[in-house]
């Protein structure tokens, strides 16, 4: 009969694992550093193991485990976790369009495919090809910006956090903007419009209720240290009932009449009309230059669908003296988003291609047919395995999500697994945990997947980790 002590003695060391041919193929993909962490982690947890079991007897049917081949079957597990990468892709099953935790939008394939070229080699970033001699990173998008929105001159920082932080700065530093009380935002948590206009030293003056502000409001509040009426749309709630806000056009003629520039956060920024889509309620930026806003600022991330950037369209005046702001260079934008904006923006020169091709618009549009047909694929792959679980194909919604048309919901078709012998949520922890990990929703003890979100070239995957998931269970 072995001892306890045997067994300790038995455990091989570190050294003797180096020799498996095995950890030798490790050594070739994976850093020398972590494969000894994973051996001396592995050997560690079986040390314990065998420290923490009363009776030697107990562990003699274990015994394999605690040999070269079990510790290295566990160090190869240790392993997997300590190389894989912490930012990964994952499958947006959940149906929220631009998820802010799951990296908001989705690129287009040629934004995707600039971003390779730009990332792979030498750019003219920042160099002036038919002159020879410097050039400016903004130009890259400044015409197309300028055509897509009908501005006169157009910027882009990092986000749009920024535009609105460096606009503010540069337009009303040490003086007052009005701005409706109504209008007052926080966005995904740590975006709140106070707060950044206290950082860029200019001053609130709120004006009107949280439910009414009429244009009698700003008009009483402008005085000599006024320096900008602001307009913020209210992306992510929107005031129902007894309420009223004061238009753009409105604002533009009180700034006008006072001679005071006029600033509309519009958040999303949507570059298409959606109500032709049958979306009501993300007003294009088009119809603000228009209405004559001096300065706009809008996400490239939210329903634009590029990369995430702050971009800021408007009268020349105000682009210039913001591009000028020594801010600027804090929070400029990298080439390898100005790569995948600019491919982005060039979709838009032909409506119908951006529908097709920008994933984000494609998902809004997405017709309802085509949904179904995706959702009956996934069930049909899964009903191979439904003595594990119950699907169904069932009417749901979607969501527009980063912050933008708040009240839509999207009709959408779902498919339901009801899981058997298992709850909701332990599925849902297991869909969650999957190599490539699967993001769902729960409702009344079923798991939705929306297929709005998933991609076509990710359906199999999908169908198979979740057959994967079942067959183990
Ligand atoms: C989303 C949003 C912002 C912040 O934009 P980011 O791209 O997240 O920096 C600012 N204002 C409004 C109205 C928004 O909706």
């Given at each position: ?58 562990l003699q049917p ?164 006024t320096a900008l ?93 913001i591009v000028n ?149």
């Amino acid at each position: 009969m072995k001892t306890k002590e045997s067994y300790l003695r038995q455990l091989p060391s570190v050294d003797e694992l180096l020799k498996e041919d095995t950890v030798l193929k490790w050594l070739e993909k994976s850093p020398r550093a972590l494969v000894l962490d994973a051996l001396r982690m592995a050997i560690e947890e079986k040390r314990r193991f065998v420290l923490k079991t009363h009776e030697a007897k107990d562990l003699q049917p274990l015994a394999l485990s605690l040999e070269s081949e079990g510790i290295i079957n566990r160090a190869e597990e240790i392993l997997n976790t300590l190389t894989q990468l912490s930012l990964r892709p994952v499958i947006n099953a959940a149906g929220v369009i631009v998820h802010t935790n799951l990296g908001r939008s989705i690129l287009s394939q040629n934004a995707v495919k600039n971003i390779e070229a730009v990332a792979k080699g030498y750019s003219n970033l920042e160099y002036d090809i038919e002159k020879g001699e410097r050039g400016k990173r903004y130009a890259h998008v400044e015409k197309l910006l300028c055509r897509l929105t009908g501005a006169e001159a157009g910027f882009v920082v990092n986000n749009n956090a920024a535009a609105v932080l460096i606009a503010l700065n540069t337009i009303a530093q040490n003086k007052e903007v009005i701005v409706s009380r109504g209008e007052l935002v926080e966005i995904g948590g740590s975006f709140r419009i106070p707060e950044v206009m206290e950082r860029s030293n200019a001053k609130l003056k709120e004006v009107g209720t949280t439910n009414k502000t009429h244009l009698k409001d700003y008009e009483k509040a402008v005085n000599d240290n006024t320096a900008l009426l602001l307009k913020v749309h209210t992306s992510n709630y929107k005031i129902v009932g007894f309420a009223k806000e004061v238009s753009i056009a409105e604002l533009v003629g009180l700034g006008k009449k006072r001679n005071l520039p006029v600033m509309f956060d519009l958040g999303s920024g949507c570059l298409i009309d959606l109500r032709k889509y049958g979306i009501e309620g993300e007003p294009a930026v088009s119809e603000s230059v228009n209405a004559g806003a001096d300065i706009i600022t809008f996400s490239g991330d939210k329903l634009l669908g590029g990369p995430q950037a702050g971009l800021i369209v408007g009268k020349k005046k105000y682009v210039d003296m913001i591009v000028n702001n020594p801010l600027a260079r804090a929070i400029r934008i990298d080439k390898l988003t100005l790569a995948g904006l600019e491919a982005t923006l060039m979709e838009y020169l032909d409506e119908d291609r951006a529908v097709k091709n920008i994933p984000t618009l494609t998902m809004l549009c997405q017709p309802i047919s085509e949904i179904e047909k995706k959702a009956e694929y996934i069930a049909d792959g899964l009903r191979a395995v439904s003595n594990r679980f119950e699907v169904s194909v069932i009417d749901e919604t979607s969501q527009s999500g980063g912050g933008a048309l708040p009240l839509t919901n999207l009709p959408t078709k779902v498919v339901a697994i009801l899981p058997k012998g298992l709850s909701a949520a332990a599925f849902e922890e297991l869909l969650r945990k999957n190599n490539l990990p699967i993001i769902t929703r729960i409702k009344e003890g079923r798991i939705l997947l929306d297929p709005r979100t998933i991609q076509r070239d990710e359906l199999d995957a999908v169908v198979n980790s979740i057959k994967g998931i079942a067959e183990r269970l």
